[in-house]
């Protein structure tokens, strides 16, 4: 059908040969994203469709409703970032239009996604920023995502809410944004050793990302996240010498999992240990330094730092 976005199907259709149907719908049309509902019992059909249908997602019965709708959210917002790429002539006035026409479609479809549906937004500028930074940067999205698979396993310990989760993730994605609006002799300095010189101008990279990710918006938690996670527990961090609790929890543990990853990944695990448990109280929350160490066993640290 032209203009559709999505196709959902069950893998086990007896009027219709699955595979052969994704195939013809990819050929079709490129863009469209698939998902296909199967079962342990249907595994050979699911390999076919995988490899001749290309499809995006699967999802084994008995299906989780939320996760569900959660993909549909995704899938729809790759499906918008990849008619964009095809498009070279759009602006970005025209690709922001056409995304808020899209979310507010979707918003009615998926009545009760609220959280999925505030954080779209964000997740569209992870696909589309990163890369940018990669460019600048060789190693930062993968540095990203080693950042937010920690955030996550410490959230986890803390057993937070779901919505929080998914925020601070995000956060944790988009945190380095900020610095695409600084020069390239800024940003290839080593943070802990940057001159007096370009620590000024450093130190802007937090408030420049949530700008950046903010909009017009109020109250976005994913961007206060990035602005204030420089911030020091003591009170003397930047941008804006916030104290211990008045410190948002999320830009807290984004504090500790980029530090403890940047230092496990340069100067070694039993030295990143040491150092957060040094500072912990003055430059980090102890609440949450504390959770480090339940992280086991060494393996999972080991695939933090990208050795596995």
């Known amino acids: 059908e032209a203009g559709a976005q999505i196709l959902i199907t069950d893998i086990n259709r007896p009027d219709i040969d699955v595979p052969s149907l994704l195939q013809k719908v ?11 509902l199967t079962s342990y019992a249907d595994l050979e059909q699911t390999i076919d469709a995988i490899n001749t249908g290309k499809i995006h997602r699967y999802f084994t019965k008995p299906w989780n409703p939320e996760e569900l709708r959660a993909a549909i959210v995704e899938e729809l917002d790759s499906y918008a970032i990849h008619e964009n790429r095809e498009n070279e002539n759009l602006n970005l006035g025209q690709k922001v239009q056409n995304y808020e026409q899209k979310a507010n479609f979707t918003a009615m479809l998926l009545e009760g996604t609220t959280n999925y549906l505030a ?31 920690l955030c996550k396993r410490l959230m986890d310990q803390k057993g937070l809410s779901r919505e929080i989760k998914e925020q601070v ?8 944004i900020g610095l695409l609006a600084l020069p390239d002799d800024v940003i290839t300095e080593n943070p802990l050793k940057i001159s007096r010189q370009h620590k000024r101008e450093y130190r802007t990279y937090p408030a420049r990302g949530a700008e950046l990710l903010a909009e017009r ?21 930047y941008p804006d010498q916030l104290v211990a609790n008045y410190i948002p929890v999320g830009a807290r543990i ?48 080991a695939i933090m730092t990208g050795d596995l």
């Open 26 to 36: 990819t050929q079709a049309n490129p863009s469209i994203r698939k998902i296909v």
């Open 119 to 149: 954080n779209a937004r964000h997740r569209v500028a992870v696909e589309m920023l990163l890369p940018l930074l990669e460019q600048r940067m060789i190693g930062a999205r993968g540095f990203a995502l080693r950042v937010e698979a």
């Open 169 to 176: 993730m995000l956060a944790a994605q988009l945190h380095q």
């Open 217 to 237: 918006e109020q109250n976005d938690a994913v961007a206060t996240i990035v602005h204030y996670h420089r911030e020091n527990f003591r009170g003397d961090g």
């Open 254 to 301: 984004l504090r500790i999992a980029t530090d403890f990853q940047y230092l496990s990944e340069h100067y070694g695990l039993e030295k990143a240990i040491c150092l957060l448990n040094k500072y912990k109280g003055s430059h980090y929350d102890p609440e949450y330094v504390a959770l480090l160490s339940q992280i086991t066993p060494d393996s999972e640290l």
